[in-house]
């Protein structure tokens, strides 16, 4: 587990990991945040402003390799998907992370999805459907590089 090339996060626990990484974030920018538990949860990580009662529930998705599976997106003004990047990082490092709200998730959609081969349809308006019934896409970091770091708009939310 020494060196960047050799360290890996064990699967079993790697998105909890993402989670945590995202919850103490919240926390650095004053706000409360709470991990959701649970095997048929539909948020990971739910952010508060203690000053106003504003929430923000958060979809978390993390990665060490090279591209996020099976990200289903976001629907809602109120939610977030935070993708988490811990892809070359050593135990010390702090991990990327890409902001993305409904209207990023839409343009993404449009931008690399409608158009594809194999592509069916969207359910529920955003979650992509392949042809051959598989739910979900990945997602790579070079395609949401604008969000990278994108703290913004959790404030924006958390204090509009």
């Known amino acids: 587990m ?6 890996k996060i064990p699967k079993e626990i790697l998105g909890l990991a993402g989670e945590y990484a995202v919850a103490s974030e919240i926390c ?4 409360f945040a709470q991990i959701a538990y649970g095997r048929w949860k ?3 990580v739910l952010a508060v402003n203690p000053d106003n009662g504003k929430t923000v529930l958060v979809e978390v998705k993390t990665k060490q390799d090279r591209e996020w599976p ?14 988490v990047d ?23 959609l449009k931008k690399y999805i409608l158009n594809s081969k194999n592509f069916d349809r969207l359910e529920n308006g955003y979650i992509p459907v392949w042809q ?4 979900g896409t990945s997602v790579r970091p070079e395609q949401v590089m604008e969000h990278k770091e994108r703290w913004d708009k959790l404030i924006k939310i958390l204090t509009s």
């Open 2 to 7: 020494v060196g960047k090339e050799g360290y």
């Open 28 to 31: 650095r920018r004053g706000f």
């Open 42 to 44: 539909n948020v990971d």
């Open 70 to 83: 099976a990200v289903k997106g976001i629907k809602g003004s109120n939610r977030l998907l935070i993708l």
């Open 86 to 108: 811990f892809e070359n990082k050593n135990e010390s490092e702090r991990a990327d992370f890409y902001i993305l709200d409904e209207n990023d998730w839409q343009e993404y």
């Open 132 to 135: 051959d019934g598989y739910k």
